[in-house]
C-alpha cells in the first residue's frame, strides 16, 4: 500500500469516526429526552462526553496513531456534521422507537432472568425457611421446658424457702444487749 492509498484510507476513517460520534450523539439525545430530574442529566453529560473522548482517541489512535492532524480532525468533524445534517432526522425517530424497544427487551430479559434465578435458587431458600423454622420451633419449645422446670423447682423448693425465710427473720432479731459492767455470777 502506498502512501496516496494510506493517506485516503485514514481520511474515509476520519470520515467515519465523525458519523460515529453523531450516532452516537443521537444515542445521547434519545436517552436525554427519557430521564427526568436534575442529578441524571448532569450525570448524562458527564459520562457523554468521557466516552466521546475515549473514541474520539481510540478511532484516532487507530487512524494515524493519535496524531492531531489538521486534515483528520476536520473530516471528523465534518462526518459529525454530515451525520448531524442528513442522517440524524431520518433516523433519529427510528433510533427512539428501536432504542425503546431495545428497553423494553432488557426488561424482559431481566423478568425472565430473575424468574430462572428464583426458580433455581427456590430450594435454597426452602432449606434457609426451613432451618429458621425448626430454630424457633426449638426456641420456643426450650421456652416451654424452662417454664415447667421453673415451676417444678419452685414447687420442690417451696418447704426450704419457708424455713430460709424463717431464719433470715431470726437472724434480723437484735442479739440480747450484753452488759460487761456487771460481774458474771458464775
Not at 459529525?80 to 442528513?86: A, D, K, P
Not at 425517530?93 to 424482559?108: F, K, Q, S, T
Not at 435454597?124 to 423454622?133: A, G, Q
Amino acid at each position: 500500500m502506498d502512501r496516496a492509498e494510506l493517506q485516503a484510507i485514514q481520511l474515509a476513517a476520519a470520515l467515519g469516526l465523525g458519523l460515529g460520534l453523531g450516532f452516537f450523539y443521537d444515542v445521547y439525545r434519545v436517552w436525554f429526552r427519557q430521564v427526568r430530574g436534575r442529578f441524571w442529566p448532569a450525570l448524562g453529560d458527564i459520562v457523554w462526553w468521557l466516552v466521546a473522548l475515549g473514541l474520539a482517541f481510540v478511532g484516532l489512535y487507530h487512524i494515524n496513531g493519535a496524531e492531531l492532524r489538521l486534515p483528520v480532525l476536520v473530516l471528523t468533524a465534518a462526518g459529525v456534521c454530515l451525520y448531524m445534517g442528513l442522517l440524524s432526522p431520518l433516523l433519529f425517530g427510528c433510533l427512539g422507537r428501536l432504542l425503546l424497544g431495545l428497553w423494553h427487551l432488557l426488561v424482559w430479559l431481566g423478568g425472565c432472568f430473575g424468574g430462572a434465578l428464583a426458580l433455581l435458587l427456590s430450594p435454597l431458600v426452602w432449606l434457609v425457611e426451613l432451618f429458621f423454622r425448626l430454630t424457633l420451633f426449638i426456641w420456643h419449645f426450650w421456652q416451654k421446658i424452662w417454664h415447667i422446670l421453673v415451676k417444678i423447682g419452685s414447687f420442690l423448693l417451696r418447704p426450704w424457702r419457708r424455713l430460709a425465710h424463717k431464719l433470715h427473720k431470726s437472724l434480723k432479731k437484735p442479739a440480747k444487749k450484753v452488759d460487761f459492767d456487771e460481774p458474771d455470777d458464775i
